[in-house]
T-cell receptor, first 113, second 115 residues
Framework: KQEVTQIPAALSVPEGENLVLNCSFT??????LQWFRQDPGKGLTSLLL?????REQTSGRLNASLDKSSGRSTLYIAASQPGDSATYLC????????????FGTGTRLKVLA | DAGVIQSPRHEVTEMGQEVTLRCKPI?????LFWYRQTMMRGLELLIY????????DSGMPEDRFSAKMPNASFSTLKIQPSEPRDSAVYFC?????????????FGAGSRLTVL
């Protein structure tokens, strides 16, 4: 059974710092991996999707990497801003044909001004 | 596109009452998912549909929960009878069935409180 874990559960950093959020999964037979952002009381917003054949994806100050063999992904946020404060979740899509996503527990990020 | 639309946004009901949550997926998306989010258990997949057909309902907690997708633009999640432990935020999400591009898009959620 696929399990997705995110460490740390919570993180507080000063504005301007570069930071890394971690996601690990137990079964490397994934189809793709997606990072989401969730603001308090809101739905989830997709940030980046990495296909299983890719190593990384970039969008603005965000960079996500994927190492399938080791069951790990990282989300790198450069020059963090108070507006980046939110919960970040990763989700893995199981092998092709099911399109089913399993979510991690999330990392709650607070960027201090 | 207006995105995934869910209603109601908030529902407060008494134990034993029937609750119906509604979802309109993004036009053209073939897959639809119902998730439940709680502090204790995080995001749990309840059921998902491909082309209006339920594919996996193994996450549905018990027989009190049922979901339907009568057409490509509408789905319901029903709880009957509701219990206090059903209190949670219920999310609907949809994605296209496109190889390598099945980006999951979420609705704003329906916050259910069962007293």
């Amino acid at each position: 059974k696929q399990e997705v874990t995110q460490i740390p559960a919570a993180l507080s950093v000063p504005e301007g710092e570069n930071l890394v959020l971690n996601c690990s999964f137990t079964d490397s037979a994934i189809y793709n991996l997606q990072w989401f952002r969730q603001d308090p009381g809101k739905g989830l917003t997709s940030l980046l999707l990495i296909q299983s054949s890719q190593r990384e994806q970039t969008s603005g100050r965000l960079n996500a990497s994927l190492d399938k063999s080791s069951g790990r992904s990282t989300l790198y946020i450069a020059a963090s801003q108070p507006g980046d404060s939110a919960t970040y979740l990763c989700a893995v899509s199981l092998t092709s044909g099911t399109y089913k996503y399993i979510f991690g527990t999330g990392t709650r990020l607070k960027v201090l001004a | 596109d207006a995105g995934v639309i869910q209603s109601p946004r908030h529902e407060v009901t008494e134990m034993g009452q029937e609750v119906t949550l509604r979802c309109k997926p993004i036009s053209g998306h073939n897959s639809l998912f119902w998730y439940r989010q709680t502090m204790m258990r995080g995001l749990e997949l309840l059921i998902y549909f491909n082309n209006n057909v339920p594919i996996d309902d193994s996450g549905m907690p018990e027989d009190r929960f049922s979901a339907k997708m009568p057409n490509a633009s509408f789905s319901t999640l029903k709880i009957q009878p509701s219990e206090p432990r059903d209190s949670a935020v219920y999310f609907c999400a949809s994605s296209p069935q496109v190889t390598g591009a099945n980006v999951l898009t979420f609705g704003a959620g329906s916050r259910l409180t069962v007293l």
